[in-house]
């Protein structure tokens, strides 16, 4: 049973994000970045189907040096190997031309399960890992909450999150799952999984690596193209309702609602 | 120069961090309170494999630097001291002497339970009258038919009481050198050795679920070879101990004053007065730079002696500095964080109030902050 985890860095969720002045990106000086939360749920699945089933995890990465650390952090947590897709080209890529790389990426590789998590908490799109199955022409279920792999390894029984409730899907493998918040509890990195990470094969691939070309990627391969970023606007202060007691205060709190805040 | 950390030292840091936020915040508070040893948080540390960091992995050990293992501690003592001085004492004190000093039998026998952190030990140094005129030790080892019979106390061991327990190395008198002066040694002795007296809990200000006793030993009989290293070393021995422990010490000072920074910058956002946040006033804003720029500082100390230690460079003077910066420096911020958290800070509720207490035993543990100046002093030539 071979898996690979597609797994994207993205800024710590208690940073505090900056945009840059001329709001063409954010400020990423500063930031300590990290794996996807969503990600790990999708290394997790992967170390338990190999720990059940034998085989491999894999994480394939997609990003500049400075995802060696993240990509590090799953090896500490015990997948095996990884691959890192790095080259300028690849920046500022969509969900489509990112998907893109991917998949050319994954064609290299053995797989029976494609784990993305659900979205990336950065940019929030939750579409990689369908328009990945699409190009890859494989079945997707989205929002796993559960996962059983059959015997035979060749479908499994997946829950998936719906509104109100969980829908049970049979899928064939192999197939892309997007991964959910309750599938598993993520592990620690043990501190011999940390020592032994430096060891396991990081291949990393550039874009002639891959034989696509630089159209077909990045900002060039992109569908739709981020034209500026902007800061919300800042909360107004609230407004305190001077007046004796209720009977006087309550009339104008009405009046407030009604004709300022318009919701009644 | 570089003072980029390791991809290792970057991961160990953020996996503890993890660990320390997920497993331990939520349960610090109450482990305080109730003042009981905790096996769930050990047995968990166990689990990540710190227990036994800078130990080759031969021994069972992380085989990690020392600068790793120093950061662990550091993260741990951001979220709760009791849980980094159970792990370091254990490591720096407990461990390291038998990893220095023993035979590859004794390290053999001992060292991968402790670095599995399926068993703790401990150092017995500090006795009722020998606190920091160490050399001042009354316990006596007598050699008998081959065999050390031991008497005597020690007083403030941390890990010693445990139900995981499982030796202690001790410092005791072993004989006179030609001076005339007391030759000690460091002996180990398994805590099922008769005659081994482990007293009750101490009642403490800080440190709360920690193990400390009071021991005491009468006619305790060891075998020879548990002498630790070649005869009439022992006084050294105990010295290069007590430098290495300096370094985890101050990282528990470092990593207080990190998590008691933290807790004041929060608080002064979110806390209104006079229609504004705390830290809209300058007073305030003033008080959390100094704050974060001293504990930079002794980051920077600490780090750079932790450096030397890696790089087998004499530390003794920074391991002293680092271990007294550390320390002082987490006086100074814990007692500013608690005042900016006012009188909420003087409730228990806060866990402000907590580091609080559990600092000032750093200005005294693994030599007081007086003796910190002693042996820098002695390196000046004073």
Sequence with gaps: MNSVVCVKQVPDTESVIKIKPDGSGIITDDLKFVMNPYDEYGVEEALKLKEKFGGSATILCMGPSRVVETIRTGLAMGVDKAVQLDDPAFEGGDAFATAKALAEALKGLEYDVIFCGKQAVDDDLSQVGQILAELLGLPHVSLIQKLQVADDKKSAVVDRQVEGGIEVLKVLLPAVLTTQKGLNEPRYASLPGIMKAKKKPLDVKDLAALGLNADSVGCNGSKTMITKYTAPPERAAGKIIEGEGPQETAPKLVQLLREEAKVI | ?382
């Design chain 2, 1 to 382: 120069m570089n003072f980029d950390l390791t991809e290792e030292q970057k991961i160990i840091r953020n996996t503890v961090r993890d660990f320390a936020e997920k497993e331990i915040r939520p349960i610090a508070a109450d482990l305080d309170q109730k003042e009981e040893f905790s096996y769930e948080i050990v047995g968990k540390m166990a689990d990540l494999g710190i227990m036994g960091m800078p130990v080759p992995e031969k021994y069972g050990g992380g085989g990690t630097d020392y600068l790793s293992y120093i950061i662990a501690v550091e993260e741990l003592a951001r979220v709760d001291a009791s849980s980094a001085i159970t792990m370091c004492a254990h490591i720096s004190l407990g461990t390291m002497p038998i990893y220095y000093y023993g035979t590859e039998e004794q390290k053999r026998k001992w060292l991968p339970k402790l670095t599995s952190g399926q068993m703790l030990a401990s150092f017995g140094l500090t006795e009722p009258d020998a606190g920091s005129d160490a050399g001042a030790t009354k316990t006596k080892a007598i050699l008998k038919n081959d065999m050390w019979v031991i008497n005597g106390s020690k007083c403030f061991i941390t890990n010693a009481g445990t139900k995981i327990s499982g030796l202690i190395t001790i410092t005791a008198i072993t004989g006179k050198r030609k001076d005339n002066r007391n030759e000690i040694g460091c002996i180990l002795l398994p805590n099922e050795t008769e005659g081994y007296n482990i007293g009750s809990s101490y009642n403490k200000m800080g440190w709360h679920w920690s193990d400390t006793r009071g021991l005491s030993f009468v006619d305790c009989c060891v075998p020879k070879e548990n002498l630790l290293g070649e005869k009439g070393h022992g006084f050294r021995q105990m010295l290069e101990i007590l430098d290495g422990g300096r370094l985890s010490v101050g990282a528990m000072g470092l990593g207080g004053a990190q998590g008691a920074y933290e807790m004041a910058l929060k608080y002064a956002k979110e806390r209104f007065q006079f229609g504004k946040p705390l830290i809209s006033f300058q007073i305030n804003a003033f008080k959390l730079s100094d704050m974060l720029t001293e504990i930079e500082m002794a980051r920077l100390l600490l780090y750079k002696a932790a450096w030397l230690k890696d790089n087998n460079r004499p530390f003794i003077r920074e391991a002293a500095m680092a271990k007294l910066v550390c320390s002082e420096t987490m006086g100074r911020v814990v007692n500013q964080a608690l005042q900016l958290h006012g009188g909420y800070g003087f409730m228990k509720e806060y866990p402000v109030e907590r580091f609080y207490r559990d600092q000032k035993v750093l200005d005294i543990a693994e030599g007081t902050s007086e003796i910190q100046r002693i042996v820098i002093s002695r390196t000046i030539g004073c």
